[in-house]
């Protein structure tokens, strides 16, 4: 007799899935992809300003209108030459938002606390740091990391 | 419909007709869309500060990544994530629906159906920013909650749930005992 496991896996696709592989390169590429979300969000809020449409960008940049709506998703891994040509462009800061990150850390804690996460900082290898990501070390301590 | 292994044995998804990816990988994708959870945000009328409920919302979507990669290497339990929707729910349970979100505060959920109780096995249907206390107060909500009766019926229909299922479920207990 078969179990409601054995009939449920009866159903399911053999085709191979890729779903936990891209999960955790997304976890791996998280520092990059939240700087990459925080330029969407300005580069969309000046467009607004200006009342430019993502086209009119395109063209002044002189790159494809999908290139563009690749760009404002938030998930692009921006050359240093789009970030400057975007800068330009849109006449806006977009590069060197480390230094503030890092103040907006320092403003929201104080004393040990403080202390605790410059030493957590101090301490984590370059790699371990792309996999933690600045903020989740010191906004997220222990949630889900496993 | 086509169901789709996505996280070792334990979790499942529906790859729904006519769309590219399974649920998960298009809601993931969904939730840190910054376009598209601006644009949400601008047409949601109790949303007041876009810039902060972008912010929330791709934190809580990176939080449900970092949980999943934890369940996929087998640290951590689905049950930890996943709640009965209909919170009076106790003992037997025929393919229950179920609601994931990554924290009491966040606006995420991922719905699913359990398929087995231990160890624990569920397949998502779907899921949704809900803004609002019920699910039917909003479309977008009951659309989710049509999905996932859709799906029950289907593994019904396919008799993942029948009559020996309540054995299954006392020989699991049985065993855990």
């Known amino acids: ?7 449920f896996l009866e159903l399911v696709s053999k085709e191979p899935n890729n779903t936990a592989k891209r999960n ?4 791996i590429q998280r520092a990059m992809l939240r700087e990459s979300r925080k330029i969407a969000f300005k580069v969309l809020e000046r467009l607004d300003e200006l009342g430019w449409t993502q086209k009119k960008l395109a063209e002044a940049m002189e790159v494809s209108p999908q290139y563009v709506s690749k760009m404002v998703k938030g998930k692009e891994n921006f050359t240093l030459e789009t970030l400057v040509k975007l ?3 849109l ?22 606390e403080q202390t605790a996460i410059v030493q957590t900082l101090g301490s984590i290898s370059y790699n371990s740091y792309v996999s933690l990501t600045l903020k989740e070390t010191i906004r997220k301590p222990s949630r889900f990391l496993c | 419909m086509k169901i789709v292994p996505i ?10 007709d006519g769309e590219e990816e399974n649920e998960y990988d298009r809601l993931l994708d969904l939730w840190m869309d910054i376009s598209y959870l601006r644009s949400f945000a ?3 009328d109790i949303i007041h500060d876009t810039a902060s409920f972008v912010d ?3 934190e809580d979507a990176e939080d449900i990544e970092s949980f999943m990669d934890c369940v996929a290497d087998g640290e951590i339990g689905l049950s930890n994530f996943f709640k009965p929707l209909h919170n009076h729910e106790i003992g037997f349970r025929e393919l229950s629906l179920q609601k994931g979100r990554p924290n009491r505060k966040s606006y995420l959920r991922l719905y699913a159906i359990e398929i087995a109780a231990s160890p624990p096995m569920f397949l998502i249907t779907g899921g949704a920013i809900k803004l609002v206390r019920t699910m039917q107060e909003d479309e977008t909500l009951m659309k989710e909650k049509s999905k996932l009766n859709a799906v029950r019926q289907f593994l019904k229909e ?5 009559s020996d299922s309540f054995q299954d479920f006392k020989m699991e207990q049985d065993e855990n005992e």
């Open chain 1, 87 to 89: 800068q330009q462009v």
């Open chain 2, 42 to 44: 601008k047409t949601a």
């Open chain 1, 91 to 112: 006449d806006i800061p977009i590069l060197a938002s480390y230094r503030k990150d890092v103040e907006k850390v320092s403003a929201e804690f104080k004393g040990e």
């Open chain 1, 24 to 27: 955790k390169e997304r976890i």
């Open chain 2, 158 to 162: 396919n008799h993942v749930f029948d």
């Open chain 2, 7 to 16: 996280f070792a044995e334990w979790l499942y998804a529906i790859q729904y």
């Open chain 1, 1 to 7: 007799m078969k179990t409601n496991r054995e009939r």
């Open chain 2, 56 to 58: 929330q919302v791709a």
